[in-house]
């Protein structure tokens, strides 16, 4: 019998695999307000109309953003014997963009404050409007998206080209990013999370898989 320590079961890292993509689409059921980059005095009044629901929706979107994080550690663990380099660049960027997003949810509280109950004011408006039209606020929303589009495509080759997942989750994965995107109605967007789910489960029984197939080695 081997002395080695036996490996823990990755149990938090398997269920912020499946915990953000669900997050991501109750996030879409709950969310009552347009797009941020809505006009602005419009946005603060949605938000006003609907603060409850605004907070409510800003914990689901922590949720959702801040699991890529370990996503991204599940996907080099998961694919690092097989295409090490996609799994470092596809990690990597998932990392990134939940920090990023973590960066944008944080924001979130504070429209509620610019958004208070009652007419929205001019001067609040034009607040808004001013971190709308920033360049800061251009660059994190954009590279956010870049790097979850760049590192799901990478996983999708590594997965066509490895066979590391069922080829099928590729199509799933990048698929579903496509419908949960927020351009196309609620409905269809909320759909696009739920393919994402269903594409993002295989790597969730992998990593648990794997794990338990070392345990076995060692005992």
């Known amino acids: 019998m081997s002395t080695s320590p036996t490996p823990r079961r990755p149990f938090l890292l398997t269920a912020a695999i499946i915990a953000g993509p669900l ?11 347009g797009l941020p980059r809505t006009e602005a005095a419009d946005y603060l009044a949605q938000v006003a109309a609907n603060r409850s629901n605004f907070a409510i929706s800003t914990l689901l979107y922590m949720v959702f953003v801040g699991c890529f994080i370990p996503l ?7 694919l690092r014997g097989r295409a090490p380099l996609a799994a470092t660049i596809s990690g990597l960027l998932f990392g990134l963009a939940g920090a990023l997003g973590l960066v944008v949810s944080g924001m979130r509280p504070l429209v509620l404050g610019l958004a208070p109950e009652g007419p929205v004011i001019a001067e609040a408006a034009a607040a808004y409007q001013r971190y709308q039209s920033s360049p800061w606020f251009d660059f994190v929303m954009l590279a956010m998206l870049a790097s979850v589009l760049i590192g799901l495509v990478v996983l999708a080759a590594a997965i066509l080209r490895t066979g590391v997942l069922p080829r099928w989750t590729a199509a799933l994965l990048v698929g579903g990013f496509v419908l949960s995107s927020g351009e196309f109605p609620p409905a269809v967007t909320i759909l696009g999370g739920v393919v994402q789910l269903a594409g993002f489960l295989p790597l969730a029984g992998r990593l648990v898989a794997e794990t338990e197939s070392k345990t076995a080695v060692l005992t």
Not at 23 to 33: D, N, R, S, T
Not at 72 to 78: E, P
């Open 72 to 78: 991204g550690l599940a996907v080099m663990r998961v």
């Open 23 to 33: 997050a991501g689409a109750v996030w879409h059921l709950v969310e009552k307000v």
